[in-house]
């Protein structure tokens, strides 16, 4: 009896110690039992590799709209893109719902790009006219082959005529600035998502005055996470300072959960380099991209920082706080924010800084701070597809003090609600060693209360 005890404590223990070693940002114990920092994934991950999403269907884009396949809003597809001329694929909406379709292309990673290269996104409906402005996502100044991500819409209600009632439309995927010379396909994921109507109306206009302060980042000591390696495996954070590793050529993604009423903030810091430059003038013009997206991957805003070996930063621009009316806004950066869910931080390393300065991996740290008491929503009248995606849990993830501080810092554990991706928040080892402890603690207290025949 003895003898099984003893390994049923081996075994629980060894459980969650293998639970927890294995999460995201935990400590790794190395052969002396010390213990110490297990390292980012992408010291070892191809550079330009993107996560598509797992299991996701392939659909074939078509140059008719005659033979386009179909799109469920609410299941992320793979295809691919080619150099010239429109693809289609195909909707059928009803007349209530609002509909927002992301396009995700990845060029190869040794295509010869340029800077205005990229991807346009339109949604038409069933005699060609465009239901919102194309959206266009380019390379810029890095030249580095990237994913890029462009959005299309059918929203409703709308004040345009167009695109109003329940059929057949279409999502228009195209390449634009094509390098000549290179006339390759590149990789597509398509992400269809349904926003429901309103169970009341509210208004229809953007708010005309918001908070554009921009508050000073986070400080303090930095925890150490693992970036994902596309929209569908990024890793989750919450306020906080974040460091991980990036090589030349590399994208990764995290996300953040925003609710609504509150605002988001974040800015990238890349280190020095280890060595000087190799060969070139030692400086790369848009070296590091940080972009934000929304909950369906619709683009807010982003920066780039130029680098010349020396450590540099960049910050966002102040967003408004998430609210349903800020759809109705002209500027990009305002109507982006429109509903609560995982907002998405993308980071960038141009390849040419491998050119430069030697393939790294170089620093990165990511301040986030999210402002604000988390409220409730506008009241849909349904369900989104994928369920959940408008939701970052119960109550928020604000804390009472409105600064946006998330419940249980410090450990840095805590899972999301719904189907946006919201996974468990990356954690250090403090947390982790928490649970061991308690882990411990219990094995001891059942091994006194068997012993003393209890």
């Not at 039992?33 to 993107?50: E, F, K």
């Not at 462009?150 to 329940?166: D, E, I, N, T």
């Not at 980042?217 to 974040?242: C, D, I, M």
């Not at 013009?285 to 940080?290: E, I, S």
Request: glycine share 18%; aromatic share 8%.
């Amino acid at each position: 009896m003895g003898r099984r005890t003893a390994w049923w404590r081996v075994a629980v223990v060894g459980a969650v110690l293998g639970a927890v070693i294995g999460a995201p940002g935990a400590p790794v114990l190395a052969a002396s039992g010390s213990p110490t920092q297990s390292p980012s994934p992408s010291s070892s991950a191809t550079a330009s590799s993107y996560a598509f999403a797992a299991g996701a269907p392939s659909v074939t884009g078509t140059v008719s709209t005659a033979d386009a396949e179909l799109l469920e809003p609410g299941t992320t597809y793979r295809s691919s893109l080619p150099s010239e001329g429109k693809v289609y694929y195909r909707l059928d909406l009803d007349g209530t719902s609002t509909v927002y379709v992301a396009a995700t292309a990845v060029p190869p990673a040794d295509a010869p790009v340029t800077a205005t290269e990229g991807v346009r996104v339109t949604v038409q409906d069933a005699d060609g006219r465009a239901c919102s402005a194309a959206d266009t996502a380019t390379i810029g100044a890095g030249r580095s082959p990237r994913p890029l991500t462009a959005w299309g819409a059918r929203v409703l209600p709308s004040k345009r005529s167009l695109c109003r009632g329940a059929g057949t439309y279409y999502v228009a995927v195209e390449r634009v600035l094509r390098t000549e010379s290179v006339p390759g396909d590149w990789d597509l994921e398509l992400a269809p998502v349904r926003e429901p109507r309103l169970r009341q109306a509210g208004a229809s206009s953007a708010p005309e005055s918001w908070d554009s302060a921009t508050p000073s980042p986070p400080g303090g000591g930095a925890v150490r996470v693992r970036g994902g390696g596309g929209f569908g495996s990024a890793t989750a954070l919450k306020q906080g300072v974040w460091r991980d590793d990036v090589r030349p050529g590399q994208t990764l993604f995290y996300e953040v959960p925003v609710g609504w009423g509150q605002q988001v903030y974040g800015t990238a810091e890349i280190s020095s380099a280890s060595v000087g430059g190799a060969g070139g003038n030692g400086l790369v013009p848009g070296a590091v991209n940080l972009a934000l997206y929304n909950p369906v991957r619709g683009f807010v805003d982003d920066t780039s920082i130029s680098y010349s070996g020396s450590q540099r930063s960049g910050a966002l621009a102040a967003v408004p706080p998430v609210g349903y009316d800020n759809r109705y806004a002209v500027s990009g950066r305002v109507s982006g924010m429109r509903f609560a869910g995982a907002y998405y931080l993308v980071v960038h390393l141009a390849a040419r800084v491998g050119e430069e300065f030697g393939d790294g991996p170089f620093g990165l740290t990511l301040r986030v701070r999210v402002k604000g008491e988390a409220g409730g929503g506008p009241g849909y009248a349904g369900e989104s597809e994928p369920a959940g995606l408008f939701q970052v849990g119960a109550g928020g993830f604000g804390s009472s003090s409105g600064d946006g501080a998330a419940v249980g810092d410090g450990d840095g554990g805590l899972s999301g609600g719904g189907g946006a991706g919201m996974k468990v928040v990356a954690f250090g080892g403090i947390g982790a060693g928490s649970l061991v402890l308690v882990v411990l603690g219990v094995w001891v207290v059942v091994g006194r209360r068997r012993a003393a025949g209890v």
